[in-house]
């Protein structure tokens, strides 16, 4: 009993993350947006802002990092599978 309550748990704590990871994903979709709106007027003072090139680079590196993340989790969920969700 206690075991199946765990691994109800360990199923729904991965539902979580990927659900997580999903919202992070979109997150950073929705930056190409604001991302394409940049104003390359001068920052007042002494304010130094990123380029629009910077910050695409900053994002792909981020959805990247994203990505191998839930290939990990893939990997990961299938060996849990294997073991009925035992943890």
Known sequence: MINAIVNKVAMERYRDFLSATDEVMLALIECDQHIKRL???KSQGSWVACTAQELRSF?????????????????????????????
Do not use: T
Request: glycine share 0%; aromatic share 4%; hydrophobic share 35%.
């Open 39 to 41: 104003d390359r007027k």
């Open 59 to 87: 994002q792909k590196k981020a959805m990247d990092q994203i990505s191998e993340l839930r290939k990990v989790a893939k990997n990961h969920e299938a060996e849990l599978i294997s073991r009925e969700w035992r943890l």
